[in-house]
């Protein structure tokens, strides 16, 4: 079943994966949260690549959790701000968060 097939599904879970099911779009609301709104700064923060970030960004705007708004018109580039949608998900990512470091701690190399 395709990822697209699930938005008919009787679990919210499984229609929220539809939506935010991959590690590209969590972190770019990751860095929503943390204050990035600009292509090129989550580009640099994420190492995705233009082509994935693009199409990204283009469906957490159809899907209301980004608004674009232009700050330059020569050349045009946008902002992408969360909507109210979009800051509902902070909790959730919070979580992840939060079990992210409890569960899998950064392993340092010891310096002996």
Same mark, same amino acid.
């Given at each position: ?7 008919? +599904? ?11 099911? /991959?590690?590209?779009? =969590?972190?770019?609301? #990751?860095?929503? =949260?943390?204050?990035?709104? #600009?292509? *090129? ?9 233009? @082509?994935? =970030?693009? /199409? ?5 705007? *159809? ?5 674009? +708004?232009?700050?330059? *018109?020569?050349?045009?580039?946008? /902002?992408?701000?969360?909507? *109210? ?7 959730? =990512?919070?979580?992840?968060? /939060?079990?992210?470091?409890? @569960?899998?701690?950064?392993? #340092?190399?010891?310096?002996?």
């Amino acid at each position: 079943m395709k990822w697209s097939e699930l938005s008919d +599904n009787w679990c919210p879970v499984a229609r929220t994966l539809s939506v935010l099911g /991959d590690r590209w779009t =969590l972190l770019i609301l #990751r860095d929503c =949260l943390l204050g990035l709104s #600009r292509f *090129e700064q989550f580009a640099e923060s994420s190492g995705m690549t233009r @082509h994935i =970030l693009a /199409d990204r960004l283009k469906r957490l705007v *159809e899907a209301g959790i980004l608004v674009r +708004n232009p700050y330059s *018109e020569a050349p045009k580039r946008y /902002d992408y701000i969360l909507t *109210e949608k979009g800051q509902e998900l902070a909790p959730a =990512l919070m979580t992840l968060r /939060d079990w992210g470091k409890k @569960h899998l701690p950064v392993r #340092r190399a010891s310096t002996s």
